[in-house]
Nanobody, 117 residues
């Protein structure tokens, strides 16, 4: 079994920063690709950033230059550093993981990020 738990969400002002964490636990040998998604009210869930097992990254155009995804394989954790936050970034953020030998995707329950004007 695999469990993902996000943390680090909250309420910030425009221009502020947050760092989200997602820790994976369970019968995990190693993690493959990891990602962050978000879903705003009334909108489809969208990909924010992904990071492969080799460390390659990709970002949605809307967050390029502001967000950074990283991983700590020893801790089975993926992070999302969010800077220069805008109200448009307001959403529930979910982490996503593929696990070597166990497939996926696995999802966390999400953490709320709210950016006020």
């Amino acid at each position: 079994q695999v469990r993902l738990v996000e943390s680090g969400g909250g309420l910030v002002q425009t221009g502020g920063s947050l760092r989200l964490s997602c820790a994976a636990s369970g019968s995990i040998f190693s993690l493959n690709s990891l990602g962050w998604y978000r879903q705003a009210p009334g909108k489809q869930r969208e990909l924010v950033a992904i990071i492969t097992s080799g460390g390659s990254t990709n970002y949605a155009d809307s967050v390029k230059g502001r967000f950074t995804i990283s991983r700590d394989n020893a801790k089975n954790t993926v992070y999302l550093q969010m800077n220069s936050l805008k109200p448009a970034d307001t959403a529930v953020y979910y982490c996503n993981a593929f696990v070597v030998g166990l497939g996926g995707p696995y999802w966390g329950k999400g953490t709320q990020v709210t950016v006020s004007s």
